[in-house]
């Protein structure tokens, strides 16, 4: 999966973009501020699941047995190969309605392209690639919108249905849950390495490779009665999304740092100043809220807010659920599955 080399003619993707993949994020607390003004506003009673909640889809009630999963999600590059691109913001999208427990039906295609700089074929190559994701979900891309724009953006709509009964809301997490995530974290270094060239080729294969597996566990641990909450690390790092489960939840979280797995020599990468933007606001958006256990550096404080983009599942569940949610996690082909910690009476997030 080596990535494609560019036509000198055309710029690289990455050089159009700001910022790439889940990094492009706005900051939590930012974000937070501008949604004030909306919360307020009426929701029917079929709307089981808003933005009141920081989740990760709407989900809305159209009988006692069905609801409807829709969310969106889209940004600029990570990734120069524009198949790459496509397929990872296509993975990335659909993931949300894998966190809640549901099962895709179709998607719509959100894309803004710079028509003037890029190639009417790189531009399809990036919607062959979404197609494909889509495809591997076993969903058509049944439709969207096209802007020209000044940078790249795709990105899907996703819509899916769930039980409401089974659905896994991020805000469900109990007392003496255990922690179990489905991916390991580094994206985000890996990517600003690759901006500047650095990443290896080998090292790129693995960050395509788990960007662009998709989180299909997400329907099957929702049909496990020990499985209370379910989200997904992207943007805001593990901190951030571990840091929304307790704050939903009214309750503390402790991440055992030492069992959080990572991917391949990504702690010489950050040493190395491989670091996003993304991880600095994180980290100034939501860094009061959590604590750092003796022997913790900068380096570990990075990676634990390293913006991921297509990230794993983080699943709160009984202790005596554990095994069977890693049993599936590894049916499902994730291998790197890890309990990383417990739930716990208290507030924010502690790691040690």
Same mark, same amino acid.
């Given at each position: 999966?080596? @990535?494609?080399?560019?036509?000198?003619?055309?710029?690289?993707?990455? !050089? +159009?973009?700001?910022?790439?993949?889940?990094?492009? &994020?706005?900051?939590?607390?930012?974000?937070?501020?501008?949604?004030?003004?909306?919360?307020?506003?009426?929701?029917?009673?079929?709307?089981?699941?808003?933005?009141?909640?920081?989740?990760?889809?709407?989900? #809305?009630?159209?009988?006692?047995?069905?609801?409807?999963?829709?969310?969106?999600? %889209? %940004?600029?590059?990570?990734?120069?190969?524009?198949?790459? %691109?496509?397929?990872?913001?296509?993975?990335?999208?659909? !993931?949300?309605? /894998?966190?809640?427990?549901? $099962?895709?039906? %179709?998607?719509?295609?959100?894309?803004?392209?710079?028509?003037?700089?890029?190639?009417?074929?790189?531009?399809? &190559?990036? +919607?062959?690639?979404?197609?494909?994701?889509?495809?591997?979900?076993?969903?058509?891309?049944?439709?969207?919108?096209?802007?020209?724009?000044?940078?790249?953006? /795709?990105?899907?709509? =996703?819509?899916?249905?769930?039980?409401? &009964?089974?659905?896994?809301?991020?805000?469900?997490?109990?007392?003496?849950?255990?922690?179990?995530?489905?991916?390991?974290?580094?994206?985000?270094? #890996?990517?600003?390495?690759?901006?500047?060239?650095?990443?290896?080729?080998?090292? /790129?294969?693995?960050?395509?490779?788990?960007? $662009? *597996?998709?989180?299909?566990?997400?329907?099957?641990?929702?049909?496990?009665?020990?499985?209370?909450?379910?989200?997904?690390?992207?943007?805001?790092?593990? =901190?951030?999304?571990?840091?929304?489960?307790?704050?939903?939840?009214?309750?503390?979280? @402790?991440?055992?740092?030492?069992?959080?797995?990572?991917?391949?020599?990504?702690? =010489? +990468?950050?040493?190395?100043?491989?670091? $996003?933007?993304?991880?600095? *606001?994180?980290?100034? !958006? /939501?860094?009061? @809220?959590?604590?750092?256990?003796?022997?913790?550096? =900068?380096?570990?404080?990075?990676?634990?807010?390293?913006?991921?983009?297509?990230?794993?599942?983080?699943?709160?569940?009984?202790?005596?659920?554990?095994?069977?949610?890693?049993?599936?996690? *590894?049916?499902?082909?994730?291998?790197?599955?890890?309990?990383?910690?417990?739930?716990?009476?208290?507030?924010?997030?502690?790691?040690?």
């Amino acid at each position: 999966m080596t @990535e494609s080399p560019k036509t000198p003619l055309e710029p690289r993707l990455t !050089s +159009l973009s700001h910022g790439g993949g889940c990094g492009c &994020k706005i900051a939590p607390g930012v974000l937070s501020g501008l949604l004030q003004g909306t919360k307020a506003l009426p929701v029917p009673p079929e709307l089981l699941v808003g933005i009141g909640s920081s989740d990760d889809a709407a989900v #809305y009630k159209i009988s006692d047995d069905q609801a409807i999963v829709a969310t969106t999600d %889209f %940004f600029m590059p990570i990734v120069d190969d524009p198949e790459h %691109f496509g397929r990872i913001a296509a993975t990335n999208a659909i !993931s949300d309605v /894998y966190a809640m427990g549901g $099962t895709p039906l %179709f998607a719509l295609a959100v894309v803004g392209m710079p028509v003037n700089v890029l190639a009417p074929e790189t531009i399809g &190559k990036i +919607l062959e690639g979404g197609a494909k994701a889509a495809a591997g979900a076993g969903i058509p891309v049944a439709g969207g919108h096209t802007i020209d724009s000044v940078e790249p953006i /795709y990105g899907l709509v =996703a819509i899916g249905i769930v039980d409401p &009964k089974r659905m896994k809301q991020n805000d469900q997490a109990q007392a003496g849950d255990v922690l179990i995530l489905g991916k390991p974290l580094g994206v985000g270094i #890996y990517s600003a390495a690759l901006k500047k060239e650095l990443l290896a080729p080998a090292l /790129y294969d693995t960050m395509i490779e788990t960007m $662009t *597996r998709l989180n299909t566990p997400g329907p099957a641990l929702a049909q496990l009665d020990g499985v209370h909450a379910i989200t997904d690390v992207t943007g805001f790092g593990l =901190a951030g999304h571990a840091l929304e489960v307790a704050r939903g939840s009214g309750l503390g979280i @402790e991440i055992d740092w030492s069992a959080v797995p990572l991917l391949d020599e990504v702690r =010489a +990468l950050a040493e190395a100043g491989h670091i $996003t933007g993304a991880s600095g *606001r994180n980290w100034a !958006s /939501y860094g009061a @809220e959590v604590t750092l256990g003796d022997g913790l550096d =900068a380096i570990d404080r990075a990676l634990l807010c390293d913006p991921q983009t297509s990230g794993g599942l983080l699943v709160s569940c009984a202790p005596e659920a554990a095994e069977a949610v890693l049993a599936l996690f *590894r049916s499902h082909g994730f291998a790197a599955a890890a309990q990383i910690g417990r739930v716990s009476v208290g507030q924010g997030v502690g790691v040690c």
